[in-house]
């Protein structure tokens, strides 16, 4: 939303004056160009009008678009510089070169939300859960390069039947109303009833898969505490959205480790552009898990997790 600027105070005390020049050679060419301007200026403001309703009508369609990032650990300088360090210390042999390291967000079978430290060599991945506050390594995912048989990429979606995307427009469309309620800004709340409108999750992924083509049993589809899942999945962590560079960002965006690993998984692996079904149809659990970050480390009150 634009703030607009108002002069209180009128003009100035030591305004003098102002003049007017208008030469008289080309007095019909200066008036064509002076209409000419205002058309050009109006055109400008009705462009610009268009440009930011037009923003304004998808603002709510922004992933993360109303989180402080302050409270996120792995916002603070040189946090993720040494974690990274100690990564790689730790698991990547000193004989193998890192191709790439990356923070990003791993979405589990269950549709949770986690914050991962990703290490790319040539011949591993590594999927690290480090804890930024007390800064070393819980656990880890090792998977190997040329296991990999499937590489997926496109946009996170839920299944047709899914009531997650209402969930989400509900949840979203609470959240506004109360941030609008605390700032006072009663004229954003109204405003804020089109965020109650369904939505999905407005971002891309990358799911890497190394089960050779077999479905997963159900064994383990539908048992939470399930382990070797064979395949992961990705998105960009949300700092991507609030950092301001391009340099700054190359972290956090996924697109940076799907590049990478297109150039060195096995040849006759399967690259795919497309959806990447998110099979989740009522998760409650998981839409309280992802409204409240509880699987990134941040500061929560009194107290950080």
């Known amino acids: 939303m634009m703030d607009d600027t108002f002069l209180d105070d009128g003009i100035g005390v030591h305004f003098d004056k102002a ?4 030469k008289k050679e080309n007095e019909n060419s200066g008036t064509t160009s002076t209409t000419g301007t205002t058309n050009t200026k109006q055109s400008t403001e009705t462009t610009s009008g ?7 009508k998808h603002v709510s369609n922004i992933p993360f678009r109303i989180i402080d990032v302050h409270n996120y650990f792995s916002d603070r300088e040189q946090v993720i510089e040494r ?3 100690d990564c790689q210390k730790e698991l990547v042999n000193s004989e193998e070169t890192l191709l790439g390291s990356w923070l990003l967000t791993e979405i589990s079978l269950w ?3 986690k914050e991962r430290l990703i290490l790319l060599t040539k011949d591993f991945l590594f999927s690290v859960k480090y804890d930024l506050i007390s800064l070393k390594i819980l656990e880890f995912n090792k998977v190997p390069v040329m296991e990999i048989d499937t590489l997926l990429y496109g946009d996170l979606i839920y ?3 899914s009531l997650l995307p209402r969930l989400n427009g509900l949840a979203e469309g609470f959240s506004s109303l109360i941030n609008c309620a605390i700032r006072q800004e009663w004229s954003s709340s109204l405003s804020g009833l089109t965020h109650f409108e369904s939505r999905n999750r407005n971002m891309i992924g990358m799911r890497i898969m190394w089960n050779k083509g077999q479905p997963l049993h159900l064994n383990k589809k539908w048992n939470p505490f399930a382990k070797n899942i064979p395949w992961l999945t990705y998105t960009s962590h949300p700092l991507y959205w609030h950092k301001g560079s391009e340099t700054d960002k190359t ?3 996924v697109k940076g480790l799907e590049e990478a690993l297109q150039s060195i998984i096995p040849e006759h692996s399967s690259k795919l ?4 079904i998110i099979e989740n149809y009522i998760g409650i659990c998981s839409l309280i898990h992802n409204r409240n970050s509880l699987g990134f480390f941040k500061i929560r009150g009194k107290v950080s997790f």
Do not use: F, H
Request: glycine fraction near 0%; charge should be negative; avoid cysteine.
């Open 19 to 22: 003049t007017l020049e208008m």
């Open 50 to 56: 268009l440009t930011n309703s037009s923003e304004s």
């Open 83 to 85: 974690a990274l360090k």
């Open 111 to 113: 549709d949770t939300e």
């Open 159 to 161: 299944p047709s039947k």
């Open 251 to 253: 972290k956090y965006d």
């Open 273 to 276: 552009n497309r959806p990447i």
